[in-house]
Nanobody, 120 residues
Framework: QVQLLESGGGLVQAGDSLTLSCAAH????????MSWFRQAPGKEREFVAG????????GYADSVKGRFTVSRDNAKNTVMLQMDSLRPEDTAVYYC?????????????WGQGTQVTVSS
């Protein structure tokens, strides 16, 4: 069972950049499609960005498209989220997610999250 550990969160000002990392332990990240989600206070967890197992395909929420970039380094068992032009509405706990299909059944694993706070 893969374990995920996020890092890189912090307090920044609007317009700044931040890079989040997700390190996978106990599993091979290349076996999983990886995604980033976020949850703001009082709101439901929402999809932010995702990347296929080989990195060939990526997808983004409309709210972050053009500002965030997801990437992965399978050799280092790591997935990154580069966040540029941050806005106060990007403030949330950011979670790393790993998904793997086993006989057509999706298995999801989550990290504990890292806080990102963007001040205006």
């Amino acid at each position: 069972q893969v374990q995920l550990l996020e890092s890189g969160g912090g307090l920044v000002q609007a317009g700044d950049s931040l890079t989040l990392s997700c390190a996978a332990h106990g599993g091979t990240v290349s076996s999983y499609s990886m995604s980033w989600f976020r949850q703001a206070p009082g709101k439901e967890r929402e999809f932010v960005a995702g990347i296929s197992r080989d990195g060939a395909f990526t997808g983004y929420a409309d709210s972050v498209k053009g500002r965030f970039t997801v990437s992965r380094d399978n050799a280092k068992n790591t997935v990154m989220l580069q966040m540029d032009s941050l806005r106060p509405e990007d403030t949330a706990v950011y979670y790393c997610n790993a998904e793997r299909l086993i006989m057509g059944v999706p298995f999801n694993y989550w990290g504990q999250g890292t806080q990102v706070t963007v001040s205006s």
